[in-house]
Each structure stands twice: as C-alpha cells, then as structure tokens.
C-alpha cells in the first residue's frame, strides 16, 4: 500500500518556467521529507520539515507541509536543466519516525 | 568515508543463487539502513540496524531476506535463493544516532535471471 501519493508522475517544462509538484496522504505524518534523485545514484536529501504549514525555501525551491501534516508541496521557481532529475517526498509515520514511507516520484526533465 | 559505500554496485546472477551486499556506511554514524527500489518506484523500507542489533526488520519481504551488522559498522544484507521478483536496487543509507538526516548510496543493482 503507497501511503504517499505524487503527482505528477512526469513533468517535461522548458528552462525558466515555474512548477509544482504535490505529495498527498490520508495519513499524519511527523515529518516529511524531499528528495531529488539522479539516474544511478542514491536519493540526496533536500528538505526536512516538521510543523504543519511550516514553508522553508532552499533557493529556488519552496517546500510547503500541510497544516494537518498529511500532505506537502514543492515549487520550483525558474527552473534550470540541473534541477532535472526525480523527486521524491517520504514521510516518517508517528510510530515508527525511522523507517521512511516514500511515495513514486515525480520525474522532471527540464531542457534548455 | 566520506560518504556511503555500496558493493557491488552490479550483480547478475541466476534465480535461486545465494547473494550477498555490502554496506560501508559513514563512520561515526550509528543508524543504518536497508531500502529497496525497484523501477518506477520509490525506496521500500527493509531493515534498521540502531548499533549492532535489528531495531526494526518488519520491512523485510520473507525469510530468504536477512541482515547482520556484527561490529555496529559495515553491514551485509543476504538474499537466499533468489528470485525473478527480487531484481531491484537496494539501497543502504545511515544516520547519526536520533537525527533523521539520511546519506544513501549509490545502491547495488541486483539483476536476477
């Protein structure tokens, strides 16, 4: 069972145009967590967030958590051919803080 | 190390063929973990070493799945008689003790024929 949804699944934009990516949930989570993941390496932590509503920004990325904490959004501002690659959100249940629930991905491509 | 390190990083085998995976995690680092991702999805939790002992092995498929950490460093996951079902890349990252800051590999992909 995925507990964590991703959408889009896919997403191909040209250089300097701006995107969302959603990551949604009917479970509460303590915190959430984004990835970016390039071919044949291991994902690389973005982001950690913990409150609900809580906004961090990393550069050109804005990362949103959901007041109920089930769900978070990344938005990327301009963006560039280095951003491409596959992001991943993963969230850590109450219970069990360690063992991390990811959702599929979004794969973005983004050309010059 | 500076970071994590996966061996091998590819392995073929036949189906029913013993295997075995290396994790050389960060040192210092006292949290260790197995993940498997097969294509088009995400990471799946298998197993969390917290030093030496399994503080959570409930990820791990069956019992052909099994993982040590003897000196509460390296760790080496095994997969007894493989099957078609099992190729994917397995992922090892590690933490310090209470942060939830993950460093993966680069993972070992395990095709099996």
């Known amino acids: 069972t995925q507990l964590l949804e991703q959408s889009p699944q896919f997403l191909s934009i040209q250089e300097g145009e701006n995107l969302t990516v959603y990551c949604n949930s009917s479970s509460v989570f303590s915190s959430l967590q984004w990835y970016r993941q390039e071919p044949g390496e291991g994902p690389v932590l973005l982001v950690t967030?913990?409150?609900?509503?809580e906004v961090k920004k990393l550069k050109r990325l804005t990362f949103q958590f959901g007041d109920a904490r089930k769900d978070s959004s990344l938005h990327i501002t301009a963006a560039q051919p280095g951003d491409t690659g596959l992001y991943l959100c993963?969230?850590?249940?109450?219970?069990?803080?360690?063992?991390?629930?990811f959702g599929k991905g979004t794969s973005l491509l983004v050309t010059p | 190390g500076a970071g994590v390190s996966q061996t091998p990083s590819n392995k073929v085998t036949e189906k029913g063929k013993y295997v075995e995976l290396r994790c050389d995690p960060i040192?210092?680092?006292?949290?260790l973990y197995w993940y498997r991702q097969s294509l088009g999805q995400g990471p799946e939790f298998l197993i969390y070493f917290q030093g030496t002992g399994a503080a959570d092995d409930s990820g791990l498929p069956n019992d052909r799945f099994f993982a040590v950490r003897p000196e509460g460093s390296v760790s080496t996951l095994k997969i007894q008689r493989t099957e078609r079902g099992d190729s994917a890349v397995y992922l090892c990252?590690?933490?310090?003790?209470?942060?939830?800051?993950?460093?993966f590999g680069a993972g070992s992909r395990l095709t099996v024929l």
């Open positions: 967030v913990v409150t609900g509503g």
């Open positions: 993963a969230g850590a249940l109450p219970d069990s803080g360690y063992a991390l629930n």
């Open positions: 990252a590690s933490s310090r003790f209470g942060a939830n800051v993950l460093t």
């Open positions: 040192s210092g680092h006292t949290a």
